[in-house]
């Protein structure tokens, strides 16, 4: 096993990097950016003020407003986007890891309005206030689309709006952790839609009246993967070409209890099998568990996890997002999520032995590199499949057919 994935001396990260850099990109870059990535650039938005409403109506179509919070926000919105073009669409965004850096790579255009904490109190007051910035400066929309965001499902609520509220974490029904994330979910539950991969029904059902339900086969990932397209220029950004993906556990997420990272043992593990590792730290205190090695690469700026999927050996990731991108692309996957109980999406993929689930430090590292030299990409008829059918469902919502 030893050294399966070293390649001699780590080379150097080429001038014609595929990343966003510390600066966003300007209008130019980004409608210059539309033919390689595939993307859709919305219209503009003004930066948040007191007297400006951050949403203006151009003309008779429906008009979207989505809220983007998350990295995976990004991959997700991104790829609906291209099949609402019958809709104006408006995206706001907060501030949270490389979410904003992402979007604008992506050419996704929007305000940025609030951010987030990873102290307890601090985040639940950032929410709160975000939430009454959005009620004050959004105003002219039909509809709200977001993702496991109950602050723009209470903003549409407010404002007698319909809400489309995409969900798939139905952990938080069973694991109480706090009266907050209590509230933050049953905010959820008043979206108009709730719209959840077929696994997770049985638990929704029981909080939500199935008139609101609307499900699907397959993952939220199929979505933005039916139609990924690998960057070929993509190892020119990193200093490897064989590599294994750590992220770290979300340990700041009110969902999960365990509050111990098994991160540190994992990189010691995969160095000492000579494995090199593009390492993704959520936060400043992740960045500590990674030491100086040359086999340990932490991006400057973000990169697109589907080709970080594509291009790596292995993923081995303490949260469900990367893990189920990797099992969709056909990739071996390793989740560590803390905790006895995951979510039923991960829980069925591991069941079908799509991805595996440890959080013992050396039996992830082992099943990470066994015969990680070799993977068969996954069919994508599968996934297109799933993004075709959640797109039918929108539209036929949207247009009250």
């Known amino acids: 096993m030893k050294n399966m994935l070293q390649h001699g001396a780590s080379r150097s990260v080429n001038d014609r990097s595929v990343v966003c ?9 980004c409608k210059n950016s539309i033919q ?15 007297d400006t409403s951050l949403i203006q109506p151009v003309n008779s179509r429906k008009q979207i407003w989505i809220d983007i919070i998350n990295p995976s926000d990004v991959l997700f919105f991104n790829a609906l986007m291209h099949d609402l073009t019958d809709c104006q669409i408006a995206v706001t965004y907060r ?5 904003v850096n992402l979007g604008h790579s992506f050419g996704i255009e929007g305000a940025i309005v609030g951010k987030d904490s990873t102290e307890p109190m601090t985040k639940i007051f950032q929410m709160g206030f975000r939430t009454a910035r959005l009620f004050r400066f959004i105003n002219h929309f039909d509809c709200s689309m977001s993702f496991e965001n109950g602050m723009s499902t209470l903003v549409s609520k407010m404002r007698g709006k319909t809400s489309f509220q ?16 209590d509230l933050e979910m049953k905010i959820k ?20 009246d199935g008139g609101r339900l609307v499900t699907y086969d397959g993952y939220k990932e199929d979505v933005y993967i039916a139609d990924y397209i690998p960057d070929p220029c993509f190892l020119e950004s990193v200093p490897y070409e064989r590599f ?3 992220r770290p556990e979300a340990l700041d997420a009110f969902y999960v209890k365990e509050k111990r990272s098994i991160v540190p043992a994992i990189l010691r593990g995969l160095v000492h099998e000579g494995v090199n590792v593009i390492y993704l730290p959520r936060t400043l205190a992740d960045r500590r568990h990674a030491d100086d090695s040359p086999q340990v690469f932490i991006p400057d700026s973000s990169l697109n996890g589907l080709d970080l999927c594509h291009y790596a050996d292995a993923v ?20 560590f999520f803390p905790g006895e109980h995951l979510l039923s999406v991960d829980r069925q993929l591991v069941d079908d032995k799509r991805v595996f689930h440890s959080r013992d430090p050396d039996e992830i590292v082992a099943y990470g590199l066994e015969k990680s030299t070799s993977w068969q990409p996954a069919n994508r008829d599968m ?16 247009s009250g057919n």
């Open 36 to 50: 390689n990535t595939g993307s859709i650039l919305c219209n503009p938005l003004p930066q948040q003020s007191s």
């Open 189 to 208: 539950l008043l979206a108009d839609y709730l719209i959840i991969p077929r696994v997770c029904s049985t638990a929704f059902r029981n909080h939500v």
């Open 383 to 398: 996934s297109r499949a799933v993004k075709q059918s959640v797109v039918r469902r929108l539209k036929t919502i949207i």
């Open 95 to 99: 501030e949270r890891a490389e979410t």
């Open 244 to 246: 294994v993906v750590v």
């Open 21 to 29: 850099s510390g600066s966003y990109p300007s209008a130019t870059d």
């Open 316 to 335: 081995l990731t303490g949260s469900g997002t990367m893990a189920r991108e990797a099992a969709c692309m056909g990739k071996r996957s390793v989740s």
């Open 166 to 181: 995409f969900c798939d974490n139905d952990l938080k029904f069973i694991q109480k952790t706090s009266r907050y994330q």
